[in-house]
């Protein structure tokens, strides 16, 4: 099972990547935001799943972890393919989707190209108790946008810009009021959230 590739982009579609890993480029489906997120001849580290079929191999590659695990959730739906899951990702994201999943609302799944009134009706049904929904922001609450200076920072490391706002804003939603205000310790907190290994400097 391949769980993850780390290597060149060799090569950008819109739905997908040619990643080189050990001499070999290996083709990897992707949402186009996450295709449109890496530059060529850059590092990318992306989650994978090995989809293997009787005449074929393929590959699907995702920006989190979060990501992959909703990907193999939605497979299990029967009626849902690994190209359909793929698409339900492409144009929700991971709390577009428990929230629809939790209100049992399958409205935002039937606009998705390949799922129809049954299927999205099916998916709200079998992942239902499988996915915490965000909890609703209480009434008056400010949304605070991620520090942008810190997001820059993670970009001109490598990281994916999306991958950066996304733990810039966890991290806010995580300590609230007790969030640093210097960049600098901001950085910190998520460099350590992000782990040790670099998306790649970009070209």
Request: negative net charge.
């Amino acid at each position: 099972m391949i769980s993850s590739v780390r290597g060149q982009v060799l090569h950008v579609t819109g739905g997908g990547a040619v990643i080189e890993v050990g001499g070999v480029g290996m083709s990897v489906a992707l949402t186009p935001e996450h295709a449109l997120s890496l530059r060529i001849g850059s590092e990318a580290f992306v989650h994978t799943a090995l989809i293997v079929r009787e005449d074929d191999l393929s590959l699907f590659g995702f920006a989190s972890r979060e990501q992959l695990e909703l990907f193999e959730l939605l497979r299990g739906v029967s009626g849902v393919g690994p190209k359909s899951a793929l698409g339900v990702l492409a144009q929700l994201s991971p709390d577009e989707i428990a929230r629809a999943v939790s209100d049992e609302d399958d409205a935002p799944f039937r606009r998705v190209s390949g799922i129809g009134p049954k299927t999205a009706k099916l998916i709200t049904v079998s992942l239902a108790g499988k996915l915490v929904a965000p909890a609703p922001a209480r009434p008056g609450a400010v949304v605070v946008a991620p520090d942008a200076d810190v997001v820059a920072a993670l970009v001109g490391l490598g990281w994916p810009e999306r991958t950066a706002t996304t733990a810039v804003e966890e991290l806010a939603a995580e300590l609230g009021d007790a969030a640093p205000t210097e960049t600098a310790a901001l950085l910190r907190l998520a460099l350590s959230r992000l782990g040790p290994q670099r998306a790649g400097v970009r070209a």
